[in-house]
């Protein structure tokens, strides 16, 4: 009898605790509750990227951005590999101008930024409206002829999104240890932040060549790297993702709102809306919402989207799209 009733007391107190808030709900700081976001970044469509970049990326299910120059002789001599196979692994392109050699005067930089997100936006399926990730080439000296404002105005013009500078981040050129490297991933993660790296060429071994891609990053360096940024992913504290993807989560974040619309034992019911224009802004975010303790499963609606996710410590966590119709959480018995 006296043992009966300390269980009582004790499953009371558990559940006490737990009910304290049922329905409050946070959005998630990065996907999945992960605690930082890192980058990776791949310049001027060298014949290495997809020879070695993007399959060993796809074998980890790691993705990145690759910043394509359709004008430069690498990347017509090898055009049927980014329109056919780079993208197909689940990798994205950025814009990196047609050429890589400068612009000449506003009408120029407008063909070389312009017709390179006009060629991505034909090869990958989406949306003619997406964002796309525009990284500035490096140029040499007098070949670069328009004004930051003009260069403002064509970004608009073309929907593209400036991704952090290459400062301080470039492997090989700045970092060049897979150490220095993860140690950046590390960064991000004590901070709650975003970190990335810019590659230029990767080490071919196989197959082999007479020459190296430039700033060729060593197998032995880039190979580790890429296990110990799936090692942090796998643990929870990384999100890998496209520069697009990072900016919008962001954006839509930052903007965010969370009403709870109810909130009893057997129903959750709460709205998600966000200030991000709905046309280029699109990522579900990540909610992470308190449960009442009697529940172990919990069934997630939101319009015609319905999954079923095991609760941890009293919390479920599950993707809605902002500014759709509510999300409706309920036990699964
Ligand atoms: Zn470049």
């Not at 890429?226 to 993807?245: F, M, N, P, S, V």
């Amino acid at each position: 009898m006296k043992r009966k009733l300390l269980l009582g007391s004790l499953l009371c107190a558990l559940a006490l605790r737990a009910d304290a808030d049922p329905g409050a709900t946070r959005v998630a700081r990065w996907p999945g509750d992960a605690q930082a976001a890192f980058l990776l970044m791949f310049d001027d469509s060298w014949p290495s990227h997809f020879q070695v970049a993007a399959p060993e990326l796809a074998k980890r299910g790691l993705t990145a951005t690759f910043y394509i120059n359709p004008g430069k002789g690498e990347y017509q001599k090898f055009r049927g590999e980014w329109e056919s196979n780079v993208w197909q692994q689940g990798m994205a392109y950025g814009v990196h101008t047609m050429t890589h050699k400068g612009v000449k005067d506003p009408a120029n930089a407008d063909w070389e930024i312009g017709e390179c997100a006009r060629i991505i936006r034909g090869i990958a399926p989406g949306t003619a409206t997406r964002l796309l990730s525009y990284g500035q080439p490096g140029v040499g000296k007098g070949a670069w002829n328009i004004t930051a404002p003009q260069l403002d105005e064509l970004l608009q013009k073309h929907r593209l999104i400036s991704r952090p500078p290459f400062t301080g981040h470039g492997a090989v050129y700045h970092l060049k240890t897979t150490a220095e490297m993860l140690a950046l991933a590390d960064q991000a993660i004590a901070k709650g932040g975003l970190e990335y790296l810019v590659i230029h060429g990767v080490e071919r071994i196989n197959p082999k060549g007479s020459y190296q891609d430039f700033w060729a990053l060593k197998q032995d360096v880039f190979l580790p790297l890429l296990d110990g940024l799936k090692e942090r992913r796998e643990r929870g504290a990384l999100w890998i993702a496209d520069h697009i993807a990072a900016h919008q989560y962001e954006r839509e974040r930052d903007t965010a709102a969370v009403q709870i619309l109810a909130a009893t034992g057997r129903t959750i019911s709460v709205r998600l809306t966000c200030q991000a224009d709905p046309q280029r802004y699109d990522q579900p975010l990540t909610l992470v919402t308190s449960l009442p303790a009697a529940w172990r499963q919990c069934r997630v609606t939101q319009g015609t989207n319905q999954f079923c996710r095991v609760t941890t410590g009293q919390e479920v966590r599950y993707p809605a799209q902002p500014n759709g119709t509510p999300i409706t959480l309920e036990p699964v018995d």
